[in-house]
């Protein structure tokens, strides 16, 4: 993520709250992307390197309702989540789920493949620039909290984060269909026992986690460029996400999603020179230490 | 194996090959040789696609035979080419001082990162390939006073092989130098990959438990394959150096992991021939899709995945393979 | 009981899995050459057992002793290295490589040849000759090139003891070699105990009672994790609380 | 209602079943007895689908259920207690419970009054519960999809014998009040053959006897070999 100088005062506390702003915002974007990749993966033990390519379609198809429609971005978001679910959903009956079983080398070119062609299309489509996300005019500009000037999308974006996570957490941990989900992750021939049709749970589970990450890509397309190369370029992310999250886990990748941003969005403001090298050195020692993830086994 | 004469000893695969597959080979060796005076245009071109070659077999040998999925082969091809481009701008450049150098270079990260990434399995494995490859690509681009940043190491230039040939614009000397350095490289891991050595490297490949419980050192083993794959990875890299006399920074990138990946995958991966089959291919395809516009090789390679995946397990060479077996043992190639 | 030291010795051995104990207290001890079975209820622990002397499971607490030494804290292919051999209950072999490449590969590792890299497999004579000597003991010599998988599971199980025998191990663990096999088939495992060499020590795990009162000189009945009783075929048999333990009259005082 | 003709299964290349046959009548009860490793998990397991079925038929009421995935059988009302439990581990006991819920006269009410003990750990996690109450949780569990065929696994390992009997009384009450059908396999052979009238007896995948288990107490041979451990034809009492 860009951090202007500008946008930095000088004191040390405005840079930390600063900091901290920034990468809760990051993190917000990272998870609400990743979490559906954790929990697939957990459920179906496929290698999907290709999640990313959801989180670009909710970006591209947000910004094409409000350029071309005039839609407010609002009214953008839930529409745009719910194309990219129907495509999630009919990929994972046609396609994924033929992969199902397969080695880990099939999963990992099936899903390049995926990536390769979902970046030709787009290009095709939209052009090879990165397509700006217009915000309505009240969003625009800067908000002041104490004395900071912060911008106040990443307010809003913040908010709706947290508002779509705690509905996350209530379905997953709450109500009879994260059960079941749940019950499939520990254990699928005992869930398929007991009545569950584990196939179409895992086709509606991969539709909502390609929605919710349309929804992250869209929401957060000032953070993560909205352009073709999207989902090759933040691949590392979400993989780290999920690999430090640990699988089938939606309160792993939120630790997980919350610490790179904050500590990539340190990184990049105390060494920007370093990129991201950091945090790859910490994400490196950290699966070394814990290769199954904070969540997972040891 | 003394009463064969030493050509036939080079060249020809070791017992149990069919008489028609050595003659194959034989003659694809030859055929290479021509290239330069067959259609000299193109021997830049087959230089590239030697090279290519090369590295695709150094990652046959983790994903064919070892079974090691890795996602940042390229750190180790780069590491060759920048360890080769930067001694020749700053210390000397004999090639194959330079060349050695690059392999070392290349084993060195090889063990430094395989010791610790082999340690884990699965999607652990696949990050922390990804995570060391994106780590050195950064490293790289940062230290711009060295490796050129952005722009690449320009204007490297080597001295003549051996003293004699000289790498001139026909690319003649470059050619037939990385098909030597390929023919060697090809002749030692076909070696290897017969040697008990390999043949435990396929045991760890189907059933890793069991070679452990067989007493099978298997972190050590699958070490000492990284290792050596990135040594021949490091030379690939080296000899891209040497004969393009450019490294660009792309050398380290994920998108070459994926292309090699790919390249060997088009083939058919465990079988030594996959890379000679896949690169040439996958050349062609890209040199006649990328013209019109990128897209279009995007989606000409996201094609031949999901074919692959889908249809072709196996590869070119696994499709081939299979139709000569429903063919019925009649059929010739 | 003969006077030799023990080749494999278990003292005060322990293991846990969370707060359930599945192996609790186990002095155990075999002599070389000598042929023993352990027996037991389902659940009985009998699996981890041999995982813990084979290396797979590390103990919460006590000790292995392989030959006289302490061997605690070895892995798998350390204590393998020191002359232990098993098989596993579950075939668990190279399925797409030939039944011969299958051997060849135990008879490299134990060999030391394994880390040979520029000579070719296929000019080991000496190590081939051996594979082709233990495929003929074990009646696999005419399926020597099929692949692992395309083998009858019966003699699939014959082709993981050949595995285990390429090792020469002085101690060798057979987890219930004949499950799986039909009945008409299992004799077969029987001859090939019957023909391994004597001085190795055998201990089998299995449930068809009329093998292991067939082949072992002595039986040890695991109750709960723990040994109930240890004594001959004819001991055992006469034995009241094994009885029960069979019929399941909820005797599990015992543990 | 349910029936096996020449069923063959295992797993992937592994045969462990070889051509069994099997009849229950609605409301049937039937116990499965055998040495261990005989087979008779897989032959649960492979009523329930959850094994590779080689040859033969099964058919459940009417209809030839061989090629149903697991979950429709489940549907079709062939509940299942795996002698491994199997209890989900990240759910608490009650929504163990509630998942399976299909409509009927078993309800969590019903479940908690067979077994207390769940009711007072209805919070827990599944695994944060003792194995006897695991045990009861994954009976309970099989009972909440009000199965007409109830599949019970060696149900009383673990179980203190206060417990055994329960749950046997239990058993009786739902076959009374119901057309509920059981098999059960067990280790205890007087258990088996004291709760049902017909056993069926496996041996190395194949059935040795089938019939009233009258006739097998009386049959001192199979008895013996059945006891086995008492050793050869001397464990006649």
């Known amino acids: 993520m860009e951090i202007k100088k500008s946008e930095w005062g000088g004191e040390t506390m405005t840079a930390i709250v600063t900091v901290l702003f920034f990468g809760v915002a990051y993190g917000m ?31 591209y198809a947000a910004v094409t309702l409000m350029n071309q429609t005039g839609m407010s971005l609002f009214a953008a978001l839930p529409l745009a989540c719910l194309a990219v679910t129907v495509v999630g959903f009919v990929l994972e009956r046609t396609l994924y789920s033929r992969l199902y079983g397969r080695s880990e080398l099939d999963q990992v070119l099936f899903s390049m493949g995926l990536i390769l062609i979902s970046m030709a299309l787009v290009r095709l489509i939209w052009g090879p620039m990165a397509q700006p996300v217009q915000l309505p005019d009240y969003l625009k500009g800067q908000s002041l909290v104490g004395g900071i000037e912060l911008p106040t999308y990443r307010f809003v974006l913040v908010a709706f984060g947290a508002a779509v996570i705690v509905a996350l957490w209530v379905i997953f941990e709450r109500t009879l269909f994260g059960a079941r989900i749940r019950a499939a992750v520990d254990n699928r021939g005992m869930a398929q026992a007991i009545g569950i049709d584990t196939g179409r749970l895992f086709a509606v589970t991969f539709g909502l986690g390609t929605g919710l990450a349309a929804l992250g890509g869209a929401l957060g397309a000032d953070v993560l460029a909205i352009a073709p190369n999207y989902p090759l370029h933040y691949i590392v992310y979400f993989m780290v996400v999920v690999a430090v999250g640990g699988l089938g886990s939606i309160r792993g990748p939120f630790i997980a999603a919350l610490s790179i941003g904050l500590a990539d969005t340190a990184c990049k403001y105390l060494l920007p020179e370093m990129g991201s090298v950091f945090i790859f050195a910490f994400v490196f020692a950290l699966l070394l230490w814990r290769p199954n993830g904070i969540t997972g086994k040891r | 194996m003394t009463d064969r004469s030493t050509a036939a000893i080079l060249l020809l695969p070791p017992d149990g090959v069919s008489g028609t597959r050595k003659a194959l080979s034989m003659s694809l060796w030859l055929a290479a040789l021509a290239i330069p005076t067959l259609v000299p245009g193109y021997t830049p071109l087959a230089n590239q696609m030697v090279v290519m070659i090369l590295f695709a077999l150094s990652l046959d040998l983790l994903v064919g035979f070892t079974g090691i999925v890795t996602l ?26 330079t060349a050695l150098c690059g392999m070392a270079a290349a084993a060195l990260v090889g063990l430094v990162t395989g010791s610790c990434m082999l340690r884990t399995k699965g999607l652990a494995f696949l990050v922390l390939s990804l995570a060391a490859a994106f780590m050195l690509h950064e490293l790289a681009n940062m230290a711009s ?21 000289e790498f001139d614009f026909r690319g003649h000397t470059a050619f037939y130098y990385s098909l030597a350095c390929l023919f060697a490289a ?68 994920l998108e070459l992991s994926g292309d090699v990946l790919i390249m060997l995958i088009l083939g058919g991966s465990g079988r030594l021939y996959g890379a000679f089959v896949g690169v040439p291919l996958f050349m062609f395809a890209q040199d006649l899709l990328a013209k019109e516009d990128p897209a279009n090789w995007y989606l000409g390679q996201g094609l031949i995945l999901m074919v692959m995946t889908l249809f072709v397990p196996g590869g070119v060479l696994g499709l081939v393979e299979r139709l000569r077996r429903n063919l019925g043992r009649g059929g010739r190639r | 009981m003969n006077g030799s030291a023990p080749i494999l010795e278990t003292r005060k051995l322990n293991r846990f899995f969370g707060s359930v104990r599945v192996t609790g207290d186990v002095d155990f001890a075999l002599h070389p050459g000598e042929r023993r079975a352990v027996i037991g209820p389902n659940g009985a622990g009998k699996t981890t057992f041999v995982n813990l002397l084979s290396g797979r499971l590390a103990p919460s607490s006590g000790q292995v002793l392989l030959g006289g030494e302490t061997v605690t804290a070895l892995g798998e292919a350390q204590r393998i290295k020191r002359g232990m051999g098993r098989t596993f209950q579950i075939t668990s072999l190279f399925p797409n490589l030939s039944v011969r490449k299958n051997v060849f590969l135990a008879v490299a590792e134990h060999e030391g040849v394994a880390w040979n890299l520029f000579r070719s497999a296929a000019s080991h004579r000496d190590q081939f000759g051996r594979v082709d000597e233990l495929l003929e003991r074990v009646g696999l010599a005419d399926v020597a090139e099929v692949k692992a998988q395309d083998l009858p599971y019966g003699r699939q199980r014959l082709l993981e003891i050949a595995v285990a025998l390429a090792l020469r191990p002085k101690v060798l663990l057979l987890d219930e070699p004949a499950a799986g096999i039909p009945t008409s088939e299992s004799h077969i495992i029987l001859t090939i105990l019957d023909t391994l060499p004597k001085d190795i020590a055998v201990l089998l795990i299995d449930h068809d009672m009329d093998l292991v009162f067939r082949f072992a000189q002595r039986i040890t009945v695991l109750v709960q994790g723990s040994i109930m009783v240890e004594g001959t075929p004819a001991e055992i048999a006469a034995n009241e609380r094994v009885r029960k333990i069979y019929l399941g009259e909820s005797d599990h005082a015992a543990a | 209602m349910l029936r096996l003709e020449g069923v063959t299964a295992g797993y992937g290349h592994t045969v462990i079943l070889e051509g069994v046959d099997l009849s229950l009548p609605p409301g049937g009860l039937l116990a499965v007895l055998g040495r261990n490793g005989v087979g008779k998990s897989t032959l649960m397991k492979t009523i329930v689908g959850q094994t590779r079925l080689r040859q033969g038929d099964i058919r459940f009421g009417s209809e030839t259920i061989s090629g149903q995935p697991s979950y429709r059988r489940s549907r079709m009302g062939i509940g299942y207690v795996p002698q491994t439990r199997d209890v989900f581990p990240s759910l608490t006991v009650e929504e163990n419970l509630r998942i399976a819920a299909r409509p009927g006269k078993w309800t969590i009410e019903r479940v908690f009054e067979l077994f207390p003990n769940l009711s007072a750990r209805r919070g827990n996690k599944g695994t944060e519960i003792s194995g006897g109450e695991q045990q009861m949780l994954s009976i309970g569990r099989a009972l909440m999809g009000n199965p007409s065929l109830l599949l019970l696994d060696e149900p009383m390992e673990g179980l203190a014998p206060v417990i055994v009997e329960q749950l046997l009384e239990a058993f009786h009450a739902l076959r009374r009040d119901g057309d509920l059908a059981l098999i059960l396999v067990e280790q205890y052979v007087n258990l088996a053959l004291n709760f049902s009238p017909t056993t069926i007896v496996l041996d190395r995948g194949r059935v040795v006897f089938s019939g009233d288990s009258e006739r097998l107490r009386n049959d001192q041979v199979l008895m013996a070999d059945l006891i086995g451990a008492g050793g050869q034809s001397k464990a006649r009492h």
């Open chain 1, 29 to 59: 974007i990272l998870y609400l992307i990743s979490v559906g990749l954790s929990v697939t993966m957990g459920l179906m033990g496929f290698v999907n390197l290709a999640h990313g390519v959801f989180a670009m379609l909710g970006g």
């Open chain 2, 72 to 97: 940042g082969h390229a750190a180790l091809f780069g590491t060759g080419a920048y360890t080769a481009g930067i001694l020749a701008l700053r210390l000397t450049n004999d090639p194959l001082i």
């Open chain 2, 145 to 165: 006073s060295v490796t050129g940043g952005d722009d690449g190491l320009q204007g490297v230039s080597f001295s003549p092989l051996l003293g004699v040939f």
């Open chain 2, 186 to 253: 090809f002749l030692l891991v076909r070696r290897v990959v017969n040697s008990p050595f390999g043949w435990s490297l396929r045991g760890i490949r189907e059933n890793d438990g069991r070679m452990r419980a067989i007493g099978c050192p298997i972190y050590a083993r699958r070490l000492a394959a990284y290792v050596m794959s990135s040594a021949l990875a490091g030379l690939a890299g080296a000899l891209q150096a040497q004969t393009t006399q450019f490294v660009a920074l792309n050398s380290l990138s």
